[in-house]
Antibody, heavy 119, light 107 residues
Framework: QVQLVQSGAEVKKPGASVKVSCKAS????????MHWVRQAPGQRLEWMGW????????KYSQNFQGRVTITRDTSATTAYMELSSLISEDTAVYYC????????????WGQGTLVAVSS | EIVMTQSPATLSVSPGERATLSCRAS??????LAWYQQNPGQAPRLLIY???TRATDIPARFSGSGSGTEFTLTISSLQSEDFAVYYC?????????FGPGTKVDIK
């Protein structure tokens, strides 16, 4: 069965960076793109970007341009999201999620990783 | 950026009753519209994609309709496990955007 298993919760200080991992299993990793979506407390879901896991090409939301980097390791079937220059407003649950390309809906989600930014 | 809005913000429904949720896009998204259900502390779950196609293992009581800018999710007879927050999402234009959600709670 399809599984996306994310790394554990993180607490970071303002100005730091965080890197969240997403281990995929149960399907051919490079046949699907991987999105990163975040949800701040009580807020709507916010799309951050995606990576074509086959080619490595990425696309980012302008809201995060320059601060977010999405990468993947095909041998480890793992995607990564790194967010830099953290501020308190970046406190959120971060999800990885897959879809089969563009334009297709996200069909599976990871369990989420809480990132708390606090001094 | 396409702005998604949803109404109502909260819908109070009795078990067994019908629930109708609305989603509107600020410009046409064709049929590239999905609905997700989210329970507290859990990841979203795909219910509907392509505006009207049920995802795998989604019960027939969930149905979606609409195209362009106006969409509807209908739950024909609410079960206890259906009380949750529902989000619509457009994947027609970059960036992908989500609505603010409709919370369906017990009346």
């Amino acid at each position: 069965q399809v599984q996306l298993v994310q790394s554990g919760a993180e607490v970071k200080k303002p100005g730091a960076s965080v890197k969240v991992s997403c281990k995929a299993s149960g399907y051919t990793f490079t046949n699907y793109v991987m999105h990163w979506v975040r949800q701040a407390p009580g807020q709507r879901l916010e799309w951050m970007g995606w990576i074509n896991t086959g080619s490595g090409n990425t696309k980012y939301s302008q809201n995060f341009q320059g601060r977010v980097t999405i990468t993947r390791d095909t041998s480890a079937t793992t995607a990564y999201m790194e967010l830099s220059s953290l501020i308190s407003e970046d406190t959120a649950v971060y999800y990885c999620a897959r879809s089969s390309g563009w334009p297709t809906a996200i069909d599976y989600w990871g369990q989420g990783t809480l990132v708390a930014v606090s001094s | 950026e396409i702005v998604m809005t949803q109404s109502p913000a909260t819908l109070s429904v009795s078990p067994g009753e019908r629930a109708t949720l609305s989603c509107r896009a600020s410009q046409s998204v064709s049929s590239n519209l999905a609905w997700y259900q989210q329970n507290p502390g859990q990841a979203p779950r795909l219910l509907i994609y392509g505006a009207s196609t049920r995802a795998t293992d989604i019960p027939a009581r969930f149905s979606g309709s609409g195209s362009g800018t106006e969409f509807t999710l209908t739950i024909s007879s609410l079960q206890s496990e259906d009380f949750a927050v529902y989000y619509c999402q457009q994947y027609n234009n970059w960036p992908i955007t989500f609505g603010p959600g409709t919370k369906v709670d017990i009346k």
